[in-house]
């Protein structure tokens, strides 16, 4: 499958700004989807941030890679408990992912659902609910 165009939407329970929309590519290859896409600069991102997501069909396993101000690489899988790495410019440090439900779709023009709590060294866990919609653009 060769690449397509498609407008992402985002709602997450982190988010402090509004639900995002952008614009980004979808292609299947190797067995994975991969999505990706550039967050525009803003107050908070000052040089902006691409973000990659990869999904391994046959194995149920999410990676999510964000890169810029705040460098971010976590691994979801339904029902495990994964490590994931976060660089702010405060420092550098793990964090425990625990993952409720993963739901990729096959295509193009559907929506994934991913529920799970960021686990940081002594403190209770945080849950965040993402959905990210994709739409082809024609």
């Given amino acids: 499958m060769s690449t397509i165009n498609v407008n992402i939407s985002i709602k997450s329970d982190f988010q402090e700004r509004p639900d ?11 067995g994975q989807h991969v999505l990706q896409w550039l967050q525009l600069p803003d107050k908070e991102e000052p040089f902006g941030a691409k973000y990659l997501l990869t999904y391994k069909i046959g194995l149920g396993i999410l990676d999510i890679a964000r890169t810029g101000s705040v460098i971010s690489k976590m691994r979801f899988c339904l029902g495990t408990r994964t490590r994931g790495e976060i660089s702010t410019p405060e420092g550098s440090f793990e964090v425990e992912i625990f993952t409720h439900l993963l739901d990729v779709p096959e295509g193009p023009n559907d929506e994934a659902h991913l529920i799970y709590d960021l686990i940081f060294p002594g403190q209770e866990p945080m849950r965040n609910e993402l959905m990210i919609v994709l739409r082809k653009i024609d």
């Fill in 20 to 30: 995002a929309s952008v614009n980004g590519t979808f292609e299947m290859k190797d």
